[in-house]
């Protein structure tokens, strides 16, 4: 009969990370980094947003009267 190796306890077993074969300056930069292109990520979703809605003004403000008058939910019919 074979014996069943039992696996090592968490508090035996190393857990090895990155961070462990880096050295503590490259880490900090990757890690500013990776800040830098979040910021840099929130801050073009924010202008194409505000783009969109600009977008959206702009059309509005260049309807025709007949446009207007199809998107309202105004009924003739209820004011007879």
Same mark, same amino acid.
């Given at each position: 009969?074979?014996?069943?190796?039992?696996?090592?306890?968490?508090?035996?077993?190393?857990?090895?990370?990155?961070?462990?074969?880096?050295?503590?300056?490259?880490?900090?930069? &990757?890690?500013?980094?990776?800040? /830098? &292109?979040?910021?840099? /990520?929130?801050?073009?979703?924010?202008?194409?947003?505000?783009?969109?809605?600009?977008?959206?003004?702009?059309?509005?403000?260049?309807?025709?009267?007949?446009? &207007?008058?199809?998107?309202?939910?105004?009924?003739?019919?209820?004011?007879?």
């Amino acid at each position: 009969m074979k014996k069943r190796r039992q696996p090592l306890s968490p508090e035996k077993e190393e857990k090895i990370t990155l961070k462990d074969h880096l050295h503590s300056n490259l880490f900090e930069q &990757l890690k500013a980094k990776k800040r /830098e &292109l979040e910021a840099e /990520e929130q801050r073009k979703k924010a202008e194409e947003a505000a783009k969109r809605r600009e977008e959206q003004k702009r059309r509005e403000k260049n309807k025709s009267f007949e446009e &207007l008058l199809n998107e309202s939910d105004l009924d003739w019919r209820k004011f007879k």
